[in-house]
C-alpha cells in the first residue's frame, strides 16, 4: 500500500510538478461554491437571465463535473479548470455590466453576478498557479 502511494505521487510530480504547487483543491472547492451559489439563486431569478435555463442547469452541471475529475494526476484537468474559470469570468461579469446598463440602480442579481466574477477569479489564479508549474 505504501509503494502504491509513493508511486502515485511519482506519477502526479510528472504529470504536473511536485504536489506543493497544486492548487486543485482551491479549485475544486470554488467550482463547488459557484455550482451552489447559482443552484441556489436560479429559481428566484430565472426570468431576468439572458440564456435559456437549460444553459444555466448545462453549466451548473460542468462546474460539478469538472470539481470532481480535479486531481493531480491528470494534467488536462488542469488545463480544463483554467478554461472554464476564464470563460465564467467573461460570462458572469458581462451580464453584470449588462445588468448594470439595464437597471441603473442597485439591483441583487448584479451583485451575485459580481460574486459569481470574483469566485472564478480566484479559481483562475489557482488553476494558472497549477498550471504553470508543469
Known amino acids: 500500500m505504501q509503494q ?14 511536485p504536489l506543493i504547487h497544486y492548487y486543485g483543491d482551491y479549485v475544486r472547492r470554488l467550482f463547488l461554491a459557484g455550482a451552489f ?36 494526476m491528470q494534467y488536462f484537468t488542469v488545463v480544463l479548470n483554467v478554461i472554464i474559470s476564464l470563460i465564467a469570468i467573461v460570462a458572469f461579469e458581462w451580464y453584470a455590466l449588462n445588468l448594470r446598463a439595464a437597471f441603473p440602480g442597485d439591483h441583487f442579481l448584479f451583485w451575485v453576478y459580481e460574486l459569481l466574477t470574483l469566485n472564478f477569479v480566484f479559481a483562475l489564479y489557482f488553476s494558472v498557479k497549477t498550471l504553470r508549474k508543469k
Open 4 to 17: 502504491e502511494n509513493e508511486q502515485l505521487i511519482k506519477q502526479a510530480e510528472k504529470e504536473i510538478g
Open 37 to 72: 451559489i447559482w443552484v441556489a439563486i436560479l429559481p428566484f431569478v430565472h426570468s431576468l437571465i439572458p440564456v435559456p435555463m437549460f444553459l444555466s442547469v448545462l453549466g451548473i452541471l460542468i462546474l460539478v463535473i469538472a470539481a470532481g475529475l480535479t486531481n493531480p
